[in-house]
């Protein structure tokens, strides 16, 4: 993605580099994530899109808490007020985009998912030369939007919360940063790892109930909380030790896209030629902020 990345998040957790050349690394991350995001999908008839998060974030806070084992009682009350925030916008986030996915194909919630990030890259970038990009991505929301006879073809209340969970996106990206700032070491991901889970585990329970115990379902959470988070993370952290941030953003563009064919592989969701040309707005909008942004503020947000 073309995200600003904030100081200290999950994706930066891997203990070494992994033993791959970074641009297969970084492909095979956004594989994994997107055909996690898939195989979650798969999940809602049973879980439904409340419970699948619960089970995700939940499980992968456990995950993080048995790899890392950090002191959480060294935690002062200043780090906790930085601390849950985080959290609360990591987990809205995921509870958001999840209920999304299920009102909307994968590529389509990715990429409107796509414009909190995209918007803040434009306010961190600050140059007049980037409101190009931004009119581009306006575009293809223009694209995605129900007009004359393709009006009912989207869901709006799924595209309303898609952009909400872009929003979180957002909070995620400056609150993870502030973290990153007073909490050295992954101490601060895990505490706020918890945080997200105590958001999600009410949401879960009122819509899965006693499911979210069902031995099979948490197998299938567990592999959920491993590729759409343990691994893609590792593989990134792994990439960008390799390649500067600007180009690691690039790259990460072809999420959308990536998303668009796990969907459609995975999920047999297919997309019309208005929604591929919206995607690919979005993505070139993205590629092309991460391009222009200056090097100081891509910095600055980066990992």
């Not at 050349?21 to 594989?31: E, I, K, N, S, V």
């Not at 931004?134 to 989207?154: D, K, R, Y």
């Not at 997309?271 to 503020?297: E, F, H, K, M, N």
Request: proline residues 8%; contains cysteine; aromatic residues 6%.
């Amino acid at each position: 993605m073309p995200r600003p990345r904030p100081a200290l998040s999950p994706r930066a957790l891997s203990p070494r580099a992994l033993p791959l050349p970074p641009l297969p690394a970084l492909l095979l991350a956004m594989l994994s994530i997107q055909g996690g995001a898939a195989f979650a999908k798969s999940l809602f008839p049973a879980l439904g899109p409340g419970g699948t998060t619960a089970l995700r974030v939940t499980l992968a806070a456990a995950l993080l808490l048995l790899a890392f084992r950090p002191n959480l009682r060294a935690l002062t009350r200043a780090d906790w007020q930085a601390i849950v925030p985080y959290g609360v916008a990591l987990g809205l986030m995921n509870l958001s985009f999840y209920f999304a996915l299920q009102r909307l194909p994968l590529g389509l919630a990715v990429t409107l998912e796509f414009v909190g990030p995209l918007l803040l890259s434009l306010f961190l970038s600050r140059r007049v030369t980037d409101v190009g990009w931004v009119l581009l991505a306006a575009v293809g929301i223009a694209l995605i939007a129900p007009v004359g006879e393709s009006a009912g073809h989207l869901d709006l209340p799924g595209a309303g919360l898609a952009l909400l969970a872009g929003a979180f996106w957002v909070a995620y990206i400056l609150a993870g940063g502030a973290v990153g700032r007073r909490v050295p070491g992954v101490t601060g991901v895990v505490a706020g790892m918890l945080v997200a889970a105590l958001v999600a585990l009410p949401f879960g329970v009122a819509q899965a109930g006693s499911g979210l115990l069902r031995p099979d379902l948490l197998l299938a959470g567990l592999a959920v909380a491993l590729f759409s988070s343990a691994l893609p993370y590792s593989l990134e952290m792994a990439a960008l030790r390799a390649i500067p941030p600007r180009v690691f953003g690039v790259l990460m563009s072809m999420e959308p896209a990536i998303a668009a064919l796990s969907g459609w592989l995975l999920l047999h969701e297919a997309l019309s030629l208005r929604q591929w040309l919206a995607l690919l707005c979005v993505a070139v909008a993205s590629a092309g902020i991460s391009l222009t942004a200056r090097r100081p503020d891509t910095e600055r947000a980066a990992i």
